[in-house]
């Protein structure tokens, strides 16, 4: 099995800085795309950040300029820097990660438990 915890919510005011941080570990076999995910109150989960492990980013338009998403693949770790936070930023933060475990070898998407983050006006 593979495992992913999150770390590094909230409470921040408007303006402000973040960093989210994500560790992934188990029976890694390899790791394709981490991310960012979060879902905000009566709303759906939406990306925020990915990279891939050929380090090609994808970033939604609202945090573009803002956000800045990096990685570690020799310690299977994302994480998500998070500048200029708006009040529409507030959400709890789910890590993505696209990995094969060594048992299976199938790739699955594992999800962390979640991080708030909570922006104030």
């Known amino acids: 099995q593979v495992q992913v915890v999150e770390s590094g919510g909230g409470l921040v005011q408007a303006g402000g800085s973040l960093r989210l941080s994500c560790a992934a570990s188990g029976n890694i076999l390899s790791i394709n795309t981490m991310g960012w995910y979060r879902q905000a109150p009566g709303k759906q989960r939406e990306l925020v950040a990915q990279?891939?492990?050929?380090?090609?980013?994808n970033y939604a338009d609202s945090v573009k300029g803002r956000f800045t998403i990096s990685r570690d693949n020799t310690k299977n770790t994302v994480s998500l820097q998070m500048n200029s936070l708006k009040p529409e930023d507030t959400a709890v933060y789910y890590c993505?990660?696209?990995?094969?475990?060594?048992?299976?070898?199938?790739?699955?998407?594992?999800w962390g438990q979640g991080t708030p983050v909570t922006v104030s006006s």
């Open positions: 990279m891939t492990s050929a380090v090609n980013t």
């Open positions: 993505n990660v696209e990995a094969r475990d060594l048992t299976f070898r199938r790739l699955i998407a594992y």
